[in-house]
């Protein structure tokens, strides 16, 4: 039999994340005390190179005494050696690219323990006979702020691995995440993956990002609207439909997404006017039984995936605050209903989500461990309700909640298409 084996190689920067102390917040205070460098800089005068001699290079500062202010302050990962360990005992590739200098960050790892050599790509620094002389062998204009072009070094590598990981934390790894396939990010780097919208896992330490790329999931539980399917248009004429009825004002299009998630009752109930939410949810599902089926698609994407994890062997299932009838029936008139071991909805027994039950109900049924089963899905309340749960959640910014709204509630992962979904199900590395 041919068995296929994945290359992977995982890329970590060095200060702020495997040093937890960052160089370059040190260097960054030093231009904060002197506006004239700030200035250069930030106009473009002075390129990353030209920063580091002006800092570095100068009378009565000699190699050993940056190697020896390096080397103190530093603060190595107390679970880095570990992870050498985790990733040699798979044959997974690893380098370190910094912004930061060669001799220092050996001598730093030396210092903590660390087995030499670490295939190490970063400026170079030397003692020189009359001070320190700096190179940057990695230099590229594509990469303006930084010394270190970390996307060039990585397409490089490209060639030769099915999968690139980068490790980072800060304003050098930014270029880096483009080029990567998963990241693993902290501090400023996480804030910018969220604004740009690419999907980052979150580590406190190596020991986290371990855990992570050993994990796999055995149970995969979708919410139904905005993750699975689009049935916004159905929603949209059904409410204002039912406005109508009521003689109330009509919602826009964008209003009735927001609804979208919560159970209806309680839509009604918080709707100026409704005096009978009972009778507004009875009018609004007369209208809903004669268009959803017509008006529902599947999302992009939705049918591959669920087909790829059903390969795999992934128990599926659907918890929804739509009535349970309907998203049968829909899922069985999308071709789908055959992949999910329990679609669980509104008067299906359980209390609606937030409440953990259909949740519960559904980890039982399907056998399996809380801990091997992560629920997706579009909204806060999906968030909510995984974490009432005690399972994992990853976002799909698929429904009306934004990418960085998903990201605030610390989910396991946030994807921009559900059809990277199987990437964070399988172990990653």
Excluded at 25 to 36: K, Q, T, V, Y
Excluded at 100 to 122: N, Y
Excluded at 301 to 313: C, F, Q, S, W, Y
């Amino acid at each position: 039999m041919l068995v296929t084996v994945m290359k992977t190689l995982i890329v970590s920067d060095f200060d702020g994340t495997i040093n937890k102390k960052d160089l370059g917040e040190e260097f960054g205070r030093i231009l904060a005390a002197s506006p004239g460098l700030r200035d250069e800089f930030g106009r473009g005068k002075l390129s990353v190179p030209d920063l580091y001699r002006k800092l570095l290079c100068h009378d009565g500062l000699s190699f050993a005494s940056v190697r020896d202010f390096y080397v103190e302050h530093a603060a190595i990962d107390g679970h880095f050696a570990g992870f050498l360990r985790f990733t040699g005992d798979r044959n997974i590739a690893h380098i370190i690219v910094s912004d930061g200098f060669d001799l220092l960050i050996k001598a730093t790892l030396k210092g903590a323990g660390i087995p030499d050599p670490q295939c190490i790509f970063a400026n170079t620094i030397r003692e020189l006979e009359d001070g320190i002389g700096l190179e940057f062998p990695f230099q590229d204009d594509d990469c303006a702020f930084s010394g270190v072009c970390k996307k060039a070094v990585m397409r490089a590598f490209r060639p030769y691995f099915d999968r690139i990981i980068y490790i980072g934390n800060g304003y050098s790894d930014i270029d880096a995440v483009s080029e990567a396939d998963v990241v693993f990010a902290r501090s400023m780097l996480k804030s910018y993956c969220n604004d740009k919208r690419i999907p980052s896992l979150w580590y406190d330490d190596y020991g986290d990002i371990m855990e992570k790329l050993g994990r796999s999931f055995r149970g995969v539980i979708f919410d139904l609207d905005g993750t699975l399917i689009d049935s916004f248009l159905a929603i949209y004429e059904s409410f204002n439909y039912t406005m109508r009825e009521l003689r109330l004002p009509a919602y826009s299009y964008d209003d009735v997404l927001k609804t979208i998630g919560m159970p209806l009752e309680d839509v009604m109930a918080h709707v100026p006017g409704v005096t009978d939410p009972d009778y507004a949810v009875r009018v609004f599902r007369s209208k809903y039984e004669t268009i959803y089926l017509d008006r529902t698609t599947l999302l992009r994407g939705v049918r591959e995936t669920v087909d790829a994890l059903h390969k795999e062997g992934i128990s599926m299932a659907v918890s929804t605050n739509k009535l349970g009838r309907y998203s049968r029936t829909l899922l069985e008139h999308l071709g789908m209903s055959g992949y999910f071991r329990s679609i669980v909805g509104i008067q299906d027994g359980p209390r609606n989500k937030p409440y953990p039950d259909s949740i519960d109900r559904i980890v039982s049924e399907l056998g399996l461990d809380k801990q091997e089963v992560v629920y997706v899905g579009d909204s806060l309340v999906d968030a909510q309700t995984a974490g009432n749960a005690g399972i994992e959640f990853i976002g799909v910014s698929t429904g009306p909640t934004t990418f960085s709204e998903l990201a605030g509630a610390r989910p396991y992962v946030v994807l921009d298409s559900l059809s990277k979904l199987p990437l964070y199900i399988r172990p990653i590395g």
